[in-house]
T-cell receptor, first 111, second 115 residues
């Protein structure tokens, strides 16, 4: 059974800092890995999707990497802003269109 | 605008009652999903459907039921058999080939509280 772990559970940084969020998974037989953002009391917004054959994806100040062999993914946020404050979740896509989610990292960017 | 609409946003259930959460999408997606999120927890899959008139149990289907009579609609019923239904419920959809890398889209969620 796939298990997804996100470290740290919470992170507080000053505005402008570069930061890395970590995601690890136990079963490397994944179809893809996705990173999501969730604002309090809201649904999830997809940020980046990395297919199993890819190593990384970039969107603006966000860069996500995938290392299947070690069961790890990272989300790099450059020049963080207060508007980046949210919970970030990673999810592994497996067979039958199922996603297995981590518990998320709560990010606070202080002005 | 295209998207997923969940209703109601907030719902209160009395003990022994069944309640139904609505989910409608106009993205022309084949696959639809229901997830449950508890505070400080990740999302857990309740049910999913890849095609009209067909659906599959997820990891925590007990106490829940769904139907998929139309492509754009995937309602979730929380039955009285669900012993701990208080949670945040999220509906999602994607094109059928999600396994090959299509993005999944989520609704804004529904809060269910047992009173």
């Amino acid at each position: 059974k796939q298990e997804v772990t996100q470290i740290p559970a919470a992170l507080s940084v000053p505005e402008g800092e570069n930061l890395v969020l970590n995601c690890s998974f136990t079963d490397s037989a994944i179809y893809n890995l996705q990173w999501f953002r969730q604002d309090p009391g809201k649904g999830l917004t997809s940020l980046l999707l990395i297919q199993s054959s890819q190593r990384e994806q970039t969107s603006g100040r966000l860069n996500a990497s995938l290392d299947k062999s070690s069961g790890r993914s990272t989300l790099y946020i450059a020049a963080s802003q207060p508007g980046d404050s949210a919970t970030y979740l990673c999810a592994c896509g497996g067979s039958n269109y199922k996603l297995t989610f981590g518990k998320g990292t709560l990010l606070t960017v202080n002005p | 605008d295209g998207g997923i609409t969940q209703s109601p946003k907030y719902l209160f259930r009395k003990e022994g009652q069944n309640v139904t959460l609505s989910c409608e999408q106009n993205l022309n997606h084949d696959a639809m999903y229901w997830y449950r999120q508890d505070p400080g927890q990740g999302l857990r899959l309740i049910y999913y459907s890849q095609i009209v008139n067909d659906f599959q149990k997820g990891d925590i289907a007990e106490g829940y039921s769904v139907s998929r009579e139309k492509k754009e609609s995937f309602p979730l019923t929380v039955t009285s058999a669900q012993k701990n239904p208080t949670a945040f419920y999220l509906c999602a959809s994607s094109s059928i080939q999600m396994g090959s890398g299509n993005t999944i889209y989520f609704g804004e969620g529904s809060w269910l509280t047992v009173v």
